[in-house]
């Protein structure tokens, strides 16, 4: 199962906004709208943030905004907050597995 | 509350078995579709295991394949992996999820994770 690629890590100030993008291909992001996206602190199980692309759980922040174009997903995160300083995975079916499979994951830091 | 609450992980030698078991509450377990997923150390996320609500329809990662296998018991609101053959690269945190939207590959809630080590 091939994951997908994400960055390794991604910084900025509190307050601004970042991108975490998620690069597949036609199989997997690109060939269907279930891309996922979850937060995840050390030590700590993951949180869904993003669902089929751009949904959002309810509860979930406004801040926290998800999109695609072509092969590549993105999740936004705008406002930056300390507590945003975390680990970030996107997921994705893939055609290839017939299974959803992960991103190599994103390390935010808020500078 | 929704929770889910993992048990069963452990030391084990490879070539060794292990049974892990995932108990929710606070949700309508029967017509759940639930999923195991692991995180080796340091590292990132996998997809191990699909188990439909009423158990008709189990899928595994090819990694797992022939080696584990989930099942559920919805009267006791539990789901288990049995995991057979272990190798040193099953050494991981296990989750169990729910489905949040069934066929998307979405997941919540998530378990606390229980840590299966395999090492002699």
């Known amino acids: 199962q091939s994951a997908l690629t994400q960055p390794a890590s991604v910084s900025g100030s509190p307050g601004q906004s970042i991108t975490i993008s998620c690069a597949g291909t036609s199989s997997d992001v690109g060939g269907y709208n279930y891309v996922s996206w979850y937060q995840q602190y050390p030590g700590k199980a993951p949180k869904l943030l993003i669902y089929d692309v751009s949904s959002r759980p309810s509860g979930v922040s406004d801040r926290f905004s998800g999109s695609k174009s072509g092969n590549t997903a993105s999740l936004t995160i705008s406002g930056l907050q300390a507590e945003d300083e975390a680990e970030y995975y996107c997921?994705?079916?893939?055609?290839?597995?017939?299974?959803?499979?992960f991103g190599t994951g994103t390390e935010v830091t808020v500078l | 509350q929704v929770q889910l609450v993992e048990s069963g992980g452990g030391l084990v030698k490879p070539g060794g078995s292990l049974r892990l078991s995932c108990v929710a509450s606070?949700?309508?377990?029967?017509?759940?579709?639930m999923n195991w997923l692991r995180q080796a150390p340091g590292k990132g996320l996998e997809w191990v295991s699909y188990i439909s609500s009423t158990g008709s329809n189990i899928y595994y990662a090819d990694s797992v394949k022939g080696r584990f296998t989930v099942s559920r018991d919805n009267a006791k609101n539990s789901l288990y992996l049995e995991m057979n053959s272990l190798r040193a690269e099953d050494t991981a945190v296990y989750y169990c999820a729910r489905d949040w939207r069934h066929g998307s590959g979405s997941y919540s809630p998530w378990g606390q994770g229980t840590l299966v080590n395999v090492s002699s």
């Open positions: 606070g949700l309508t377990f029967s017509d759940s579709y």
């Open positions: 997921n994705s079916y893939s055609s290839r597995s017939t299974h959803y499979v």
